[in-house]
């Protein structure tokens, strides 16, 4: 048996240790257009702001490959699936045959596309190389502009604040963070990272890129212009989906899997960011960009590619972030445009407090916690088995659970758990 994996990221790495648990001797070929590898993209941001060497960064130690067995390509990407003939085209022109392929390329930033983005110094963060080629720049940089005001773009403005550089992040929409929390939370987030000296300018674009070889400023939509030496572009991701182009391997936005996350060919199997598979509050098919979403996705497609008929739950919007000092949480549906959720709000503006539960027929479907986080697991387990919480209502919001009341309910639905959730909901802190 010979497995090809392609990408050397979360849902790679993970497959391989699932196929070695059931397939001691099965052959196994990674191939990663990255030369750097075995390394965490979480913690990318960190590594740029300085807070983490190089050696910090490693997912798994660098004899990770040859005690697995596997033959590893780096610098070396994957140009075209030929899903008929079961090979894979390198682009050094090696043909690679395979009986099960899993496609884990990932996702690349959503770059922009206005008059001088092509200068130099316009860059996006995602990878190792990403990081070193800011790295190298900021020597001569004073000010950073940062287009887009997610996760991606909140982060790369805490790492190169951290640097001593003057940071603005322009945003389009009228929040931070729209993907992940609703306007009442987002404001938390922005006032705490404005009393930081981090300036934020929301309901703005930028619409040209200035300077000559390499970008000195930029103009917004509303006219201004602002001076800047390096522009990070964080306006999220788009899967690589170029390996399957003009293949008869079903695709919309992502690679579209099935409970077991095969592809419409058997023996092809997608995780991670380029995977497109159901989603567990929500149910529609769609991708959660998440870290933990690709390791769980890499563990079920390495079993199913092994042997096994293992089916993956799905996976949700979860995120879990801190912006100086400041956590915040957030799970599943967390701005629902439908009447029938409920929606339930506590707000403490002097303690940088908000928590936010959504509720539809009596079943959490969504969360956020800002600076009092501690129940995030017991609510993310009850949201997860659609447990009925109609009897405890009213201290979703508390910061303390009483677990005299929650217990009844966890017990109750008993059957819907895991031992180990089972445990982790019933213990008391």
């Not at 957030?330 to 002097?350: A, W």
Request: proline share 2%; net charge positive; glycine share 10%.
């Amino acid at each position: 048996m010979h497995y090809v994996i392609v990408g050397g990221s979360a849902s790679g790495i993970n497959a391989i240790e699932a196929i070695r648990s059931l397939d001691k001797e099965g052959k196994i070929s990674l191939i990663s257009d990255e030369e750097f590898s075995l390394y965490s993209r979480c913690l990318i941001t960190y590594f740029l702001a300085g807070k983490l060497t190089e050696d910090k960064l490693k997912y798994r130690s660098s004899d990770f490959y040859e005690k697995q067995k596997v033959e590893a390509l780096h610098g070396i990407k994957a140009k075209k699936v030929l899903p008929e003939k079961r090979k894979l085209l390198l682009d050094n022109g090696r043909e690679l045959a395979y009986d099960r392929l899993l496609i884990a390329t990932g996702a690349s930033p959503k770059m922009v596309e206005v008059p001088g983005s092509d200068k130099e110094g316009i860059l996006g963060l995602r990878t190792y190389q990403d990081a070193q080629l800011i790295n190298e720049r900021l020597d001569k940089v004073n000010t950073v502009s940062i287009l887009g005001g997610g996760l991606i773009g909140l982060r790369a403005a805490y790492s190169l604040h951290a640097r001593n550089k003057q940071v603005k992040v322009i945003v389009k929409s009228n929040q931070v963070l729209s993907q992940m929390l609703d306007s009442g939370a987002a404001n938390f987030i922005r006032r705490k990272i404005e009393q930081k000296g981090i300036q934020v300018m929301t309901g703005l674009a930028a619409v040209e890129f200035l300077g000559g070889k390499e970008v000195s400023g930029l103009v917004l939509d509303d006219g201004r212009k602002l001076e800047c030496e390096l522009v990070i572009v964080g306006k999220g991701v788009r899967p690589n989906l170029e390996l399957v182009k003009g293949t008869e391997i079903k695709t919309d936005y992502g690679i579209i899997v099935d409970d077991y996350l095969q592809t419409n060919f058997p023996n092809i199997y997608a995780a991670g960011d380029v995977a497109q598979g159901k989603d567990l509050i929500s149910g529609q098919s769609t991708i959660n960009a998440l870290w933990p979403c690709a390791v769980a996705q890499g563990r079920v497609a390495g079993l199913n590619m092994a042997g096994k008929k293992l089916k993956y739950d799905g996976s949700m919007a979860m995120n879990s972030v801190e912006f100086f000092g400041l956590p915040v949480i957030s799970m599943g549906i967390t701005r629902p445009k439908d009447k029938e959720y409920e929606q339930l709000v506590r707000e403490d503006e002097k303690n940088f407090v908000y928590k936010k539960v959504v509720l539809r027929k009596n079943r959490v479907q969504g969360m956020i916690l800002v600076n009092k986080i501690e129940q995030a697991g017991v609510m993310g387990i009850l949201m997860r088995k659609k447990v009925d919480v109609s009897s405890i209502k009213e201290m979703l919001l508390e910061d303390k659970f009483d677990f005299a009341k929650i217990l009844p309910i966890i017990k109750e639905g008993k059957e819907l758990f895991t031992e180990r959730e089972f445990e982790e909901s019933t213990i008391s802190y």
